[in-house]
Nanobody, 120 residues
Framework: QVQLVESGGGLVQPGGSLRLSCAAS????????MGWYRRAPGNQRDLVAT???????NYADSVKGRFTISRDFAKNTVYLQMNNLKREDTAVYYC??????????????WGQGTQVTVSS
């Protein structure tokens, strides 16, 4: 099995910054991609950003220019640097991993989520 654990969430004022981390552990053979998704109250879970093993990134339009995703797949870790945070960024942020396990079976995994609250 593979487990993903997020950290770094919290309360921040509008215009502030946070850095989220997600560490994957378990029987990981290789990582195709990891990413961040978020769900605000009453909303569906939406893509925030993804990054592939070769460094290709994809961002939601709402966060382009403000958020940066990065990776250290040698450590099975992905980060999300969030700058100029807005109230509408308030959500539970979930880490996602698209991976092959030690048996080379491809799977998709989710973390438990970390709360980000942007409020003055």
């Amino acid at each position: 099995q593979v487990q993903l654990v997020e950290s770094g969430g919290g309360l921040v004022q509008p215009g502030g910054s946070l850095r989220l981390s997600c560490a994957a552990s378990g029987s990981i053979f290789s990582i195709r991609a990891m990413g961040w998704y978020r769900r605000a109250p009453g909303n569906q879970r939406d893509l925030v950003a993804t990054i592939t093993s070769d460094g290709t990134t994809n961002y939601a339009d709402s966060v382009k220019g403000r958020f940066t995703i990065s990776r250290d797949f040698a450590k099975n870790t992905v980060y999300l640097q969030m700058n100029n945070l807005k109230r509408e960024d308030t959500a539970v942020y979930y880490c996602n991993g698209d991976m092959w396990d030690s048996r080379r079976v491809r799977g998709n995994y989710w973390g438990q989520g970390t709360q980000v609250t942007v409020s003055s």
